[in-house]
T-cell receptor
């Protein structure tokens, strides 16, 4: 039981390049989330998927797109990377409940955009 | 406009003493509060939570207190251990918000041996 896995762990991009961050969970959770963590800002929600087949914007969605490929996988795409997207990205999942359950996080992807 | 605030960027405590981490929130719709712990190069891990219908929740060395009238919660760690040194994030959610969490900026706790 690996929990939430993310690939890659590290990535360096040049401005304008594109890439996809992959996330998978093996806990049969319905909801999945993408966050970014910046110094002094905590974790900010980029996009989330309440269930397979649905996606919604979070607090900071600009410059990103997501795909909920199936129940296990939720990917985050940067179409044209910008230096402002340099951050640590975390994927999380949660079993659909009454709003009181904790989220399980992956180990993160550290992205640098030059 | 930060809805969840952790005003102390860092805290240093002696091993064996109490650590108190504080968190304030502004949105009165929040009804569930969580604390996460994060080590370097790892994802956050869930520590403890509290529902708005309670004012205290205890789990071993960790206790969370909620003061709804003051929109304030705190995490007490007693006794503090060197392995507790990490970044602690306070988070809040509201029923009907799709289990979305709003996080504070985090407090770095250093427990000195």
């Amino acid at each position: 039981n690996a929990g939430v896995t993310q690939t890659p762990k590290f990535q360096v991009l040049k401005t304008g390049q594109s890439m996809t961050l992959q996330c998978a969970q093996d806990m049969n959770h319905n909801s999945m989330y993408w966050y970014r963590q910046d110094p002094g800002m905590g974790l900010r929600l980029i996009y989330y998927s309440a269930s397979e087949g649905t996606t919604d914007k979070g607090e900071v969605p600009n410059g990103y797109n997501v795909s909920r490929l199936n129940k296990r996988e939720f990917s985050l795409r940067l179409e044209s990377a910008a230096p402002s997207q340099t951050s640590v990205y975390f994927c999380a999942s949660i079993e659909m409940g009454l709003g009181g359950s904790e989220q399980f996080f992956g180990p993160g992807t550290r992205l640098t955009v030059l | 406009d930060q809805q969840v605030k952790q005003n102390s960027p860092s805290l240093s405590v002696q091993e064996g003493r109490i650590s108190i981490l504080n968190c304030d929130y502004t949105n009165s719709m929040f009804d569930y509060f969580l604390w996460y712990k994060k080590y370097p190069a790892e994802g956050p891990t869930f520590l403890i939570s509290i529902s708005s219908i309670k004012d205290k929740n205890e789990d071993g060395r960790f206790t969370v207190f909620l003061n709804k009238s003051a929109k304030h919660l705190s995490l007490h760690i007693v006794p503090s251990q060197p392995g507790d040194s990490a970044v602690y994030f306070c988070a809040a959610s509201a029923m009907g918000y799709g289990n979305k969490l709003v996080f504070g900026a985090g407090t770095i706790l250093r427990v000195k041996s």
